[in-house]
């Protein structure tokens, strides 16, 4: 198709931008996200003879050393915990029994103050030998893989790190938080664009949701499309399961990779994050009542592929025509954006 047909095609309309966050949204998505957050502060109750308790002498050196290296290896915080985890897995799993390497593991974590001393429940031992168990059978897959095996086996290490990651420390309030954003920018938008198949738009607006407001590594993205593809696999899943992924492991790994390659992901991910600067403030305090979060949104810029020099132009005229106009005229033009795609 040539520059001049394809010229101001709509890639998307955003319907009702000039509304709260919340007032067209369905009332449940938000009467869920706050019963998540009431859920993640009510406080368990754990008997201290039911806990890992480790020296605080070991713990205070390898605090130590744990915070020199962080510093070395910057990241965000909230997956210092998941990197550490995949360090020590990608160290020692293969070399001992699951029960044994969920031990040693859960004490590792704890003696660098990733986790709490004396709080940590004794069956979580269990839950983190059951997922080292499901796991086994993919990392012998991979070792067949022939020049593939090294790539999987460090794919399965970033599944595998996030899934511990998610057990020992439920993200509830921050995947909450994702979910709201995403229904209330799926209820707005309406796609215009071939780019990205009908079937797997649902899935990149939620990859650049997961980016935006929570600044999702490439090993987290990696485990949460994998669920989405299967999942029983966080919960229980059974034998027959368990082959399945086994059996058909270089294909799902390629699957997966194609979605967070997609050539979209980039430009959805500076759209979505127009919209999700307004979301810092809710993360952090998690305020329980619904005025707390109306708060208005931002004009919507548009999602644009720049192909040359010409069509470049053609975008900042529209956009300098566009700023100019009244608020109370943008309901009828954004229906009719001239963007280029």
């Known amino acids: 198709m040539k520059i001049k047909d394809r010229l101001f095609l709509p890639i998307f309309n955003f319907i009702g931008w000039r509304a709260k ?3 067209d949204m369905e009332e449940a ?55 550490a985890i995949r360090r020590i897995l990608k160290r020692r799993f293969g070399e001992e029994d699951v029960i044994s390497l969920s ?10 103050r ?19 168990r499901k796991f086994q059978p993919l990392f012998v897959q991979a070792e067949e893989a022939g020049k593939n095996t090294h790539h999987f086996n ?35 938008l309406e796609w215009a664009t071939s780019q990205i198949k009908p079937e797997d738009r649902e ?12 600044k999702s590594n490439r090993a987290t993205l990696r485990y949460r499309v994998f ?29 997966v990779e194609n979605q967070l390659n997609h050539s979209s992901g980039e430009r959805l991910l500076r759209f979505c994050e127009t919209f999700a600067k307004n979301i810092p403030a809710i993360s952090k305090t998690f305020c329980p009542t619904k005025k707390d979060f109306a708060k208005p949104w931002p004009r919507p810029r548009p999602f644009v592929m720049i192909n040359s020099e010409f069509e470049y132009t ?28």
């Open 114 to 132: 990733y986790l709490p001393n004396n709080a940590v429940p004794t069956k979580t031992l269990d839950e983190v030998a059951a997922i080292l």
């Open 21 to 23: 966050i919340f007032g």
């Open 203 to 214: 899935l990149q607006l939620y990859v650049a949701v997961h980016r935006a407001v929570l």
């Open 154 to 188: 460090l794919w399965l290490l970033d599944v595998l790190s996030t899934e511990i990651e998610y057990k020992l420390s439920p993200p509830l309030v921050e995947e909450g938080l994702v979910g709201l954003v995403y229904q209330n920018i799926k209820s707005r």
């Open 227 to 255: 669920v989405l593809y299967f999942p029983d696999w966080s919960k229980a899943p059974t034998s027959e399961l368990v082959e399945h992924v086994a059996g058909r492991l270089p294909q799902i790994i390629e699957t």
């Open 314 to 341: 053609a975008v900042l005229f529209g956009r300098l025509f566009l700023s100019c106009l009244p608020n109370r005229f943008w309901p009828y033009w954004s229906s009719c954006l001239l963007i280029v795609w």
């Open 29 to 83: 998505y938000l009467k869920a996200f706050l019963a998540t957050i009431a859920r993640s502060q009510a406080p368990k109750e754990t008997k201290e003879n039911e806990t890992i308790s480790v020296s605080e002498t070991v713990s205070a050196a390898a605090s130590v050393y744990e915070n020199v290296r962080n510093a070395l290896e910057y990241d965000e915080e909230h997956l210092l915990r998941r990197n």
């Open 103 to 112: 031990s040693d593991l859960l004490h590792e974590l704890i003696w660098a």
